[in-house]
């Protein structure tokens, strides 16, 4: 089957193309440049989704979580989508910074299911208070380094309120059962 050939040759190749070491840390890409292959060497949020797919061992799944609940990526509103330590950090950004409850949505899933639990409890409790202090679902919102929200008029591309994956995903998080 092709899809499972797929499945397995990511599987066997992941650490390989996208385990950046030194940062103990998945990068979010791959750039070729004349046909050479290179890690985009940046942190995201990204590295998050792994967390649910039963790809990673252990160990790096400690290092993942570890990593995204430091201060430059965990805001008391959710985790950014890029730490704010990179020279491409702008939380005004559509997607350099700002945090997406959908994307916060699966991170908590794969928190809940590898056992991470205490974690998974500090990030809905974030999520929910986002949602509490923004009144709507938006597609996705900013935190300043002083961990202030930003108001999304501000933002440079206005988030769309209500966005159905928003309002999915705050939904899914209200309901402690997912």
């Known amino acids: 089957n092709q899809i499972e050939d797929k499945l397995h040759f990511l599987k066997k190749n992941l650490d390989k193309y996208f385990w950046m070491g030194e940062e103990n840390y998945y990068s979010p890409a791959i750039s070729i440049n004349d046909g050479k292959k290179e890690r985009i060497q940046l942190i995201t949020s990204n ?26 990526m965990m805001t008391p509103y959710g985790i950014r989508t890029l730490s704010s330590h990179s020279s491409k950090f702008n939380p005004c950004q559509y997607q350099s910074g700002s945090i997406w409850p959908n994307d916060n949505w699966m991170i908590l899933k794969g928190l809940k299911s590898s056992g991470f639990t205490k974690e998974a409890d500090l990030l809905r409790s974030h999520l929910i208070d986002a949602i509490i202090t923004l009144k709507n679902p938006y597609e ?18 206005k988030p769309c309120s209500p966005q159905a994956w928003a309002v999915g995903a705050f939904l899914s998080i209200l309901d402690d059962k997912f």
Do not use: W
Request: aromatic share 10%.
């Open 140 to 157: 996705y919102y900013s935190v300043d380094v002083d961990n202030n929200i930003i108001n999304p008029d501000n933002l440079i591309d």
């Open 47 to 72: 590295a998050g989704h792994l967390l649910f797919t039963g790809l990673l061992e252990r160990v790096k799944k400690e290092s993942i979580v570890k990593r995204i609940f430091e201060d430059d």
